[in-house]
């Protein structure tokens, strides 16, 4: 008879929310007897954090502002070639 095995830990949030957490299989003992996986966040520090990913606010106005940018400038542009003449 095959048994199963539970590959995620379930993490309160919230009042009445629950996440579940997918840990590895490997479980070690600690030194009161409980239960501790310790390949949860294994790989948690080898991953490079992108600058969008860390700064999602400054990306977004970034874009705005290159957005509002390129704007300006082609409708400058556009008056500029229709004889449009600064005073």
Partial sequence: MATTQQ???????GKSSWVAVHVTPSVDTT?????AH????ERAAEVRITLAERFPRLT????????????LTTEV????????RWQ
């Fill in 31 to 35: 030194t009161d007897g409980s239960s």
């Fill in 38 to 41: 310790t390949g949860l966040f």
């Fill in 77 to 84: 542009e556009l008056l500029r070639g229709a004889g449009f």
């Fill in 7 to 13: 590959y995620f830990n379930l993490v309160q949030t």
């Fill in 60 to 71: 977004i106005a970034m874009i705005a502002f290159v957005l509002l940018a390129a704007t």
